[in-house]
Nanobody
Framework: QVQLVESGGGLVQAGGSLRLSCAAS????????MGWYRQAPGNQRELVAV???????NYADSVKGRFTISRDNAKNTVYLQMNSLKAEDTAVYYC?????????????????WGQGTQVTVSS
């Protein structure tokens, strides 16, 4: 089994910063892409940023220039540095990883999600 554990959410004033972390653990062979998604009340879950195992990144237009995604492959951890936060960034943020893991003795790739961490930006 693979678990993703997020941390770093909280309450911050508009213009402030937060750093989210997501650590993967378990019977991991390799982690391909890792990413952050968010879901605000009444909205669908949306992609915020994604990073490949080689370090290529992609961002939602709404966060370009303000958020930075990075990863530490040795620690199986992905980060999201969020600067210049706005009220509209308020949401539950979820980590997702495409993981090759050993399940019942067989290697296979699938998506894993974290439990989510709340980010609230007050205006």
């Amino acid at each position: 089994q693979v678990q993703l554990v997020e941390s770093g959410g909280g309450l911050v004033q508009a213009g402030g910063s937060l750093r989210l972390s997501c650590a993967a653990s378990g019977s991991i062979v390799h982690i391909n892409a890792m990413g952050w998604y968010r879901q605000a009340p009444g909205n669908q879950r949306e992609l915020v940023a994604v990073i490949t195992s080689g370090g290529s990144t992609n961002y939602a237009d709404s966060v370009k220039g303000r958020f930075t995604i990075s990863r530490d492959n040795a620690k199986n951890t992905v980060y999201l540095q969020m600067n210049s936060l706005k009220a509209e960034d308020t949401a539950v943020y979820y980590c997702k990883a495409v993981v090759v893991a050993i399940v019942e003795g067989v290697p296979g790739a699938r998506d894993y999600w974290g439990q989510g961490t709340q980010v609230t930006v007050s205006s």
